[in-house]
């Protein structure tokens, strides 16, 4: 399957910080549900030599429209061997196999299965990271917002008394509505071929709750986990303001400042340079490592 650019784009120039030529250990295909489903596997990937007992997890969830993607791209990879982070790849069942909330229940019972395996792995179940970008991002949006209850959960995997709850959250372009607070949603989104049409599995406006459910602005709350935002200025697939009112959402509920990095000119997976992976490594050591300083809102150019 060839992986759209996006995700080299991304993960290249977001990551390339920790990159390392090899892993320790590679825990490839492991079955977070224990069907033998490929779409519900995942791979985790440690560092050489870890700089401390327990690592903290970071947990990349592919883009792709929720339509095509796999964890398997390969640039995962760049996130592994540095001796601070464990890397875990996700896959999730997509659209033309199962409709919203299937992949908000993978990606559920993968954090639990990461977290019931924790010791066995070296990993420390209490500081888990998800990031993603596009409808990974979303995802992982959706990870940090819906915490508790069936709908939220799902019945998916054999862990099901396990937390899903992560620490912080890195949305690169994700979305964050697909319709208003009472559930009304743009027109052109009824169209057959439109990625919202096939998660919702059918016209998203005749479904006004299931699209309310699968918008993580909606969801906010005093348990939301702490963001980061990336995102271009221009891009047109999913433009700017998903993050702007997210941001906003979270700051207001919260009382706290959400880092938002806005890259000028940077359309969606493009434009994005060095100094976004120094801003990764900076939330990721102040989140999970508790050192060096938060990082602030900030405007790069394109390319920077």
């Not at 390339?16 to 892993?23: N, V």
């Not at 309310?212 to 709350?221: G, I, R, T």
């Not at 200025?233 to 880092?259: F, M, Y």
């Not at 990082?295 to 920077?304: A, F, N």
Request: charged share 20%; net charge positive; glycine share 10%.
């Amino acid at each position: 399957m060839k992986i759209p650019p996006v995700s080299f784009v991304l993960i290249f120039f977001l990551f390339g910080i920790l990159i390392i030529p090899k892993a320790s250990a590679e825990h490839i295909d492991l079955d977070y549900v224990g069907d033998g489903n490929e779409r519900q596997m995942l791979d985790l990937l440690l560092p050489d030599k870890p700089s401390s007992g327990k690592i903290p997890l970071v947990v990349w969830i592919h883009g792709g429209g929720w339509r095509s993607g796999t964890k398997a791209s390969g640039y995962a990879r760049r996130l592994v061997g540095h001796p601070d982070y464990a890397v875990a790849r996700i896959n999730y069942r997509l659209t033309k196999e199962a409709v919203w909330p299937a992949q908000l229940h993978d990606c559920k019972a993968a954090i639990r299965y990461l977290r019931a395996n924790a010791s066995k792995y070296g990993i420390d179940p209490d500081r888990i990271a998800v990031a993603g970008s596009s409808a990974g991002g979303h995802l992982a949006s959706c990870l940090g917002t819906m915490m508790g209850g069936k709908d939220h959960e799902g019945e998916v995997g054999p862990h099901l008394g396990v937390s899903t709850r992560v620490s912080c959250v890195m949305n690169f372009l994700g979305g964050s509505y697909l319709c208003d607070r009472k559930g009304n949603t743009d027109p052109s989104l009824d169209k057959p071929g439109s990625a919202i049409f096939q998660l919702m599995g059918g016209k998203p406006s005749t479904m006004p709750k299931k699209a309310l459910s699968a918008s993580p602005l909606y969801h906010v709350d005093e348990n939301t986990a702490p963001f980061l935002f990336v995102h271009g200025t221009s891009d047109s697939v999913v433009i700017i303001k998903h993050a702007d009112v997210l941001v906003a959402t979270i700051e207001r509920t919260q009382g706290i400042d959400v880092p938002f990095v806005r890259i000028n000119e940077a359309e969606h997976g493009r434009g994005f340079g060095p100094t976004v992976y120094l801003i990764v490594k900076q939330y990721l050591d102040h989140q999970l490592l508790k050192k060096g300083e938060p990082v602030k809102d900030q405007t790069l150019k394109r390319d920077e």
